[in-house]
Each structure stands twice: as C-alpha cells, then as structure tokens.
C-alpha cells in the first residue's frame, strides 16, 4: 500500500492566486514527521515545511502553510499568492519509525504534483 | 557553506563495471540517506544510516551497498550496476528527529548501458 499519496500528477494555476496540493498519509505510529519539498526544473530539493503528528496548529512559513488533518491522514500544501517561481514539481514526504527498531527512521516520499503558474 | 556534497554529478557507464558514488556532508549530521528518482515514482528510499556503522534497507536496497565508516561520509556502492539502475540519484543528511528535514546533494544522474 502506498505510504504517502499524491493524487494530482499536475496542476495549474495562475499567478496571484492560491492553489492546494493533495497529500495523503498511511501510517500506524503516533509520532511522525511530515514534509514539503520543492523540486524545480534545476533538479535541486528544496525543503519548505513541516508539520508533526503532535502538533495541533496547521504549520505556515511564508506563503506556504499546511493543512494538517490528523483524523483523515492528509497534509496538503496551499501556496497563496502563486508567483511564477512556484512552477515546479512538489512532493509530500513522511518520516517515520522502520519497523520494530522505533530508533530507526524511514522516510517516504509521494510520487509528486507538477505544479504550473501561468501569468 | 553547509552542504551535501556529491560526486560524481553525472556518469554513463557499462553493464557489470563496479561504480561508486560518494556522498559527504559538513553539518555533523547523524542521519544520512540515499534516494533515487525516476519519472512516475517519486523519491524511493535506498539505504540509510542513522550513525556510524549503523545502517538499514530502505524501500529499495536490491543491487546496492553502503558503508558508513564515518560521520561525515556515506558512499553508495553499485557492485555490478545494471540498466535497471539508471536514475538520478540523491544523497541527504540531517539530524535524527522526525521533525528533522532532509537537506539534499545536487544530484548524480546515472547512465548504465
């Protein structure tokens, strides 16, 4: 079963608007880790927020904020007020316990959204 | 500067010869990974060392090794690379936590023919 799923492979938008990208988690541990990453046509990652299990105000940075919903698993990024730079590939990652060893951590990544600010 | 730093950038090799991507981090972080990308999959984990000497499979270990003799470095073996493995390749590191984020190398692009 997937770990984290993205549903939207793209997603278009235009500039100086807010658009919302989907993330979906499955995981049994209480404690986790969960993260946005930007790619753009560079090739670099780019981190750019995080949310815990245990936190209960959705996490912002900027113009980026997180839609946490513990009880249904999901984690979406909004982005509000799209600039052209935000054209880029997203992806939504999970960091948690492998296995029987809780000192052990895996991470696991979506299959990402490629995002498209048009002007 | 704080970084990952991998080598080579780019690579295209042959079927069977023995490669080896090195990956070093200035952060003294204690949690390094390997990641490959290909279209369609995302990120997928290969290995990951939560310290020196300590080292597990990730999603797909199956063709690769590791070693993590120390802190700073965690180089990724391919003993015998196969078409199979042709990817781009990333190493990062962090600190251990689970609200700890990956910070990312440049990326190797392999080419196995």
């Known amino acids: 079963a997937q770990k984290i799923t993205q549903t939207q492979p793209g997603m278009f938008v235009q500039e100086k608007e807010a658009v919302t990208l989907d993330c979906t988690y499955d995981?049994?541990?209480?404690?986790?880790?969960l993260f946005w990453y930007k790619q753009p046509s560079s090739g670099e990652m780019i981190f750019l927020i995080y949310q815990g299990s245990y936190d209960e105000q959705n996490a912002t940075e900027g113009r980026y904020s997180l839609n946490f919903q513990k009880a249904r698993k999901s984690a979406n990024l909004v982005i509000s007020a799209s600039q052209l730079g935000d054209s880029a590939m997203y992806f939504c990652a999970m960091r948690e316990s492998s296995g029987e060893n809780t000192g052990f951590q895996k991470l696991v990544f979506g299959t990402g959204t490629r995002l498209l600010v048009s002007p | 500067e704080a970084q990952v730093t991998q080598n080579p950038r780019y690579l295209i090799t042959v079927t069977g010869k023995k490669l080896t991507v090195t990956c070093s981090q200035n952060?003294?972080?204690?949690?390094m990974s390997w990641y490959r990308q290909d279209p369609g999959l995302g990120l997928r984990q290969i290995y990951y060392?939560?310290?020196?000497?300590?080292?597990d499979k990730g999603d797909v270990p199956e063709g690769y090794k590791v070693s993590r003799k120390e802190k700073r470095n965690f180089p990724l073996i391919l003993e015998s690379p196969s078409p199979n493995q042709t990817s781009l390749y990333f190493c990062?590191?962090?600190?251990?936590?689970?609200?700890?984020?990956?910070?990312f190398g440049d990326g190797t692009r392999l080419s196995i023919l």
């Open positions: 060392s939560m310290n020196v000497e300590v080292t």
């Open positions: 990062a590191s962090s600190k251990r936590g689970f609200n700890q984020p990956q910070h």
């Open positions: 995981t049994s541990d209480q404690s986790y880790g």
């Open positions: 952060m003294n972080h204690e949690y």
